[in-house]
């Protein structure tokens, strides 16, 4: 269960929060990582996104349900070829707040990664731009999470074609 907070963030202050240091440590092995990861993206999506937003719930069930197929969890989302853009942002919102959230249960590595990879499939998918960030700052951030060892390789490869369309702007 996640607890609604406020995300309103400049980027400035975003771009700064999401720059990793890779010496950073954080406790987990990247198997691990891969573990915890696959077990959110295989979680029921509504679930979280309704706990998170009770006012967006309705949104996000209309959404998931008349997309076809029907999205249910991150990963349909994740890899749907056509994903609602309603729900990209709605998940992006959703790890931004983790990644903010000291006691998230999910490890900062991951709720960045969710993060760009909401970001990333609007912008190769549906041709739409969820973040404010300039290209250079989404751009460090896209390659950072494609560099992520534990990520598998599908979404490794959409991070790395949204920050090759920065690059053909």
Request: with cysteine; aromatic share 6%.
């Amino acid at each position: 269960m996640v607890e609604h907070l406020d995300i309103t963030t400049n980027p400035r202050k975003l771009a700064d929060m999401i720059a990793l240091d890779a010496q950073e440590g954080h406790g987990w092995a990247p198997s691990e990582l891969a573990t915890i990861f696959k077990h959110q993206l295989a979680s029921p999506l509504l679930v979280d996104l309704c706990d998170f937003d009770p006012v967006g719930a309705e949104e996000a069930r209309m959404l998931a349900l008349r997309s076809e197929p029907p999205i249910t969890s991150f990963t349909d989302l994740l890899t749907h070829a056509e994903p609602p853009v309603g729900l990209l942002d709605q998940v992006k919102k959703l790890a931004k707040a983790m990644m903010n959230h000291l006691d998230s249960v999910m490890p900062r590595e991951l709720a960045v990664t969710l993060y760009y990879l909401a970001i990333a499939n609007a912008m190769v998918k549906a041709e739409t731009r969820l973040s404010s960030l300039s290209d250079g700052e989404l751009k460090q951030g896209l390659v950072w999470a494609a560099s992520q060892s534990w990520l598998d390789e599908d979404y490794r490869a959409t991070l790395s074609a949204a920050a090759v369309k920065l690059d053909s702007k």
